[in-house]
């Protein structure tokens, strides 16, 4: 079954949460006047958003953002949802935005004087700490009278972190990073971590295994990743661990073990740690929410 909850956190700055848990693709249209920026973020399965009568289409997978912003005319969200696929829209108006970065305008590319009245459009990974956020969006389980507070409150994180996050991986800015191998062994990096997160490799291993010293690699990694090895890990197996509760086909004890913890109670501390609430009640949430 298909469905949008459009939720308005202020004047001129709205959220919009996509759902279509069926078999089928869904069609969803929405009016979006001029003046209005637009980040998408796939959380899971894929979207497809339509412009000038299906003559442009732009794809968003799972773990993907999409900016866009046209000052010129007018962008309506023309979307179809491909089956078992979530998505987050925040829909914010460029005035709203100026107040909230007016002092770093410079930083923000479309914000800067000679990009005003030019469109501008960016395709972009979500990291995991807006992983996160976007799934306490979706899975959001409070008491009615504080939702536009708590929403309110998640849209403008979700907003720092994706700006923050660009940031972070603008390597250039640092003399460190600009010699491009070593932002290859960074990169080589965290993908060895990623696919080793039960049995992850010690740092000094893990420098040796990518030919960069331990200085070197603790330090491009929180330049690009805006993290420690190891937080970015946390972040990475925590979400994981969610995809897994969400998917249905794994216990606690079971997704706790694909993730490294040999021990249940390990696992539920962890998740508490990261998501306020444990494996169980959160997968009491999801049953709740179906």
Not at 13 to 27: A, G, H, K, W, Y
Not at 169 to 197: T, W
């Amino acid at each position: 079954m298909g469905s949008q909850e459009i939720i308005k956190i202020e004047d001129d700055f709205i959220l919009i949460r996509f759902q279509n848990d069926d078999n089928n693709v869904i069609r969803l249209e929405r009016a979006i006047t001029k003046g209005l920026i637009q980040f998408h973020f796939g959380i899971k399965g894929r979207a497809k958003f339509i412009f000038n009568e299906g003559s442009y289409a732009l794809d968003l997978k799972d773990e993907k953002s999409l900016l866009l912003y046209n000052p010129q005319k007018e962008l309506p969200l023309n979307l179809e949802l491909s089956p078992n696929s979530w998505l987050i829209s925040v829909i914010i108006s460029i005035k709203k935005f100026h107040t909230l970065f007016s002092s770093e305008a410079d930083y923000i590319p479309f914000l800067s004087e000679e990009n005003n009245d030019k469109k501008y459009y960016k395709e972009d990974n979500i990291s995991p700490s807006m992983a996160i956020v976007l799934s306490q969006m979706f899975h959001y389980n409070l008491n009615p009278s504080i939702k536009n507070l708590y929403y309110k409150g998640k849209g403008y994180e979700l907003l720092s972190l994706y700006f923050n996050r660009n940031e972070d991986s603008n390597a250039e800015q640092c003399p460190f990073l600009i010699d491009e191998e070593n932002v290859l062994k960074i990169k080589k990096a965290k993908e060895i971590i990623i696919s080793k997160m039960a049995e992850p490799p010690g740092l000094q291993e893990l420098s040796d295994e990518i030919g960069l010293n331990l200085k070197k690699l603790k330090m491009g990694f929180k330049q690009i990743y805006g993290d420690t090895v190891y937080g970015f890990l946390f972040d990475y197996k925590m979400d994981y661990a969610r995809k897994l509760l969400d998917s249905g086909s794994y216990n606690v004890n079971e997704v706790g073990l694909k993730i490294g913890y040999s021990t249940g109670s390990h696992f539920i501390a962890a998740f508490k740690k990261k998501f306020a609430t444990t494996p169980k009640k959160y997968l009491m949430t999801l049953n709740q929410n179906t």
